[in-house]
Every structure is written in C-alpha cells, then in structure tokens.
C-alpha cells in the first residue's frame, strides 16, 4: 500500500508553488508521493491560453525532477474530464493504494461548483492548504458549510489513512505568492521549447502528444 496525495488542476505551467506545498503537504501527512493530475482541460477555466497538454507535462515533470512527486496525463487515458470521475476510476484502477485529495483554499473556494463535490469528499479525504487571500472566501463558501462539521485537529493528520469519509483537514502552510497566471503575464510562449519533445507519462508510461 502506498499514501498517495493527489492534487489536480491545469499546471499552466507548474511551478515552485506547486511543489512547495506538495513536499510539505507530503511531510505533514506521511505521503510517499504527490501525484500531480495535469489535466487535459479543466471544465472551469478557458481555453484561450492553455498550453498544449504535452508541453504542461514536460514542464511538471521538470518542475517535479527529484521530489517524491509523479506529475501524470492518467486521465487522458481514462478519457474523464471531471474529479468525481477520475477518483472513481483512480481508486479501481489501483485498489491497494490509500489516496488523499490535496487542493488549495481558492480551490476550496470554488469547490461548490465541481460535479458531485459530495461525491469526491465522500471517497477519500482531502487536505486543504492555506493560500494568501483565499482563507476568508474558502470559509464562507458552500461546500465549507456541508465540510465543516468533518473537519479534523492538524495535529492527527498523519491519521488519514484511519479517518471515516467524509473528512477535511485543514493545513497551515507559509504563503506563496507564485501563480500560473502571473508566469503566463510574464512568459505567454513559455512552452514553446517543449514544441518538438516526445513526452513520456512517468505513471503510464505513454506517450503524450
């Protein structure tokens, strides 16, 4: 069996943000690995100015290179485009692993619009991470006035694998003020060298084009 913490969204591109809070959400919750689900198009954000699929994951796995992190394309191959789906499919395809959902406050925020939200919390627990300016807005959101009667002490968050879904953890981490948006301003072509690069999955192996 192996702790998985699982932490989606578009990773346009990834960056020291993402992995800052997957190593310490790895230390604080006893994870062998932060699987990063790159995904193929996320339903709440636009098209315009998304990175084709294979330069994201060339630039995750960059980002990621020796960390107990596995950026992965998985869902290309589940053919799924929402979470619900994809942690159902998840959880078949890999029976003896344990996972966890990992998802920042702003996240948190917007969590009420996913499809079945109560669905995914009812199927493994999720940890969520403070970010600057998103704490007030993930506190008053909807889906926190279902979840707040779930949340866990910090301090047992090395139980997960032991808690009864649903259940939310909430985890202090100092603020972070890197973004994908703002490397976009700064960079709009920054996948450009990854044009001409075969991109190999690390978790299936498969080629990405």
């Given at each position: 069996m192996k702790r998985i913490g699982l932490l989606g969204g578009s990773f346009n591109p990834a960056h020291g943000g993402?992995?800052?809070?997957?190593?310490?959400a790895a230390a604080a919750l006893g994870l062998d690995e932060v699987w990063w689900l790159v995904s193929?198009?996320?339903?709440?954000?636009p098209r315009a100015g998304m990175a084709p699929l294979a330069a994201r994951l060339a630039h995750?796995?960059?980002?990621?290179?020796?960390?107990?992190i596995r950026p992965t394309a998985i869902e290309t191959q589940f053919h799924t485009r929402y979470t619900i789906d994809s942690v159902k499919t998840l959880k078949q395809r890999y029976p003896r692993h344990r996972f966890l959902w990992?998802?920042?406050?702003?996240?948190?925020?917007?969590f009420g619009q996913w499809k079945d939200w109560r669905g995914i919390a009812r199927i493994m627990p999720i940890a969520v991470i403070a970010r600057p300016g998103?704490?007030?807005?993930?506190?008053?959101?909807?889906?926190?006035?279902?979840?707040?009667?779930?949340v866990r002490p910090a301090r047992q968050s090395?139980?997960?694998?032991?808690?009864?879904t649903p259940a939310l953890v909430l985890l202090r981490f100092r603020p972070d003020p890197r973004s994908a948006t703002l490397l976009r301003q700064a960079d709009p072509l920054?996948?450009?060298?990854?044009?001409?690069?075969?991109v190999r999955d690390p978790l299936t192996r498969r080629l990405i084009v």
């Open positions: 993402h992995r800052a809070i997957s190593l310490f193929p198009g996320n339903p709440l954000k995750a796995r960059k980002v990621a290179r020796l960390g107990p990992l998802m920042g406050a702003d996240n948190l925020a917007q998103y704490d007030e807005a993930a506190h008053g959101s909807s889906a926190m006035s279902w979840l707040r009667r779930f090395a139980a997960w694998t032991d808690w009864r920054w996948h450009r060298e990854y044009e001409h690069k075969r």
